[in-house]
Nanobody, 115 residues
């Protein structure tokens, strides 16, 4: 049984920062991709950032230069440092782990950015 435990969401003013963490537990095959997606009300879920076991990173266009993703393979934990937050970053942020055959999701953590 795989479980993704997210933490770090909350309420912040525009221009502020938050750091999200996601710790994966259970049997997860390697290589894999860990990442963050977000979904705002009335919008589709979109990629925020992802990082694979080898360290290759992808960012969504709207967060480039502001967000930084990293991972600790030994701890099976992925982090998302979010700086210069904007009201349009308000969404539920979901942790994801993809191995090819399997695709796992966390329950989501709310990030709210006030103007």
């Amino acid at each position: 049984q795989v479980h993704l435990a997210e933490s770090g969401g909350g309420l912040v003013q525009a221009g502020g920062s938050l750091r999200l963490s996601c710790a994966a537990s259970g049997s997860i095959s390697s290589p894999n991709i860990m990442g963050w997606y977000r979904q705002a009300p009335g919008k589709q879920r979109e990629l925020v950032a992802s990082i694979n076991t080898g360290g290759t990173i992808r960012y969504g266009d709207s967060v480039k230069g502001r967000f930084t993703i990293s991972r600790d393979n030994a701890k099976m934990t992925v982090y998302l440092q979010m700086n210069s937050l904007k009201p349009e970053d308000t969404a539920i942020y979901y942790c994801n782990t993809f191995t090819g055959p399997e695709n796992y999701w966390g329950q989501g953590t709310q990030v709210t950015v006030s103007s």
